[in-house]
């Protein structure tokens, strides 16, 4: 059972925008911080945008100014926009939970990952 799915990402041109959305199954009953990674073919995984409960967010240097990240706590899923797209963006994207299922301790949970690509 997959506990975090991710949805929307593809190809587009440098320059465009893109929406990954993230969805976290109801039995992650308490759910701390929510948020997108990505890793690009030959380089280890890297924070993209995370928001807490309180609603504080945190990017990285890179994509400050271009990419939002937004959250609905009623229904437990994170969205990322992604405006101005440049080719250094290609990457998988994964989404991270860190949260807690009913009898176990909190911890991260992972989406698939979801493949965008950004042509020059």
């Known amino acids: 059972v997959q506990l975090v799915v991710e949805s929307g990402g593809g190809s587009v041109q440098a320059g465009g925008s893109l929406r990954l959305s993230c969805a976290a199954s109801g039995s992650i009953v308490s759910i701390n911080a929510m948020g997108w990674y990505r890793q690009a073919p030959g380089k280890q995984r890297e924070l993209v945008a995370t928001?807490?409960?309180?609603?504080?967010?945190t990017y990285a240097d890179s994509v400050k100014g271009r990419f939002t990240i937004s959250r609905d706590y009623a229904k437990n899923t994170v969205s990322l926009q992604m405006n101005s797209l440049e080719p250094e963006d290609t990457a998988v994207y994964y989404c991270?939970?860190?949260?807690?299922?009913?009898?176990?301790?909190?911890?991260?949970?992972w989406g698939q990952g979801t493949q965008v690509t950004v042509s020059s």
């Open positions: 991270n939970v860190n949260g807690r299922r009913r009898y176990y301790s909190t911890q991260d949970y």
């Open positions: 928001i807490n409960s309180g609603g504080s967010t």
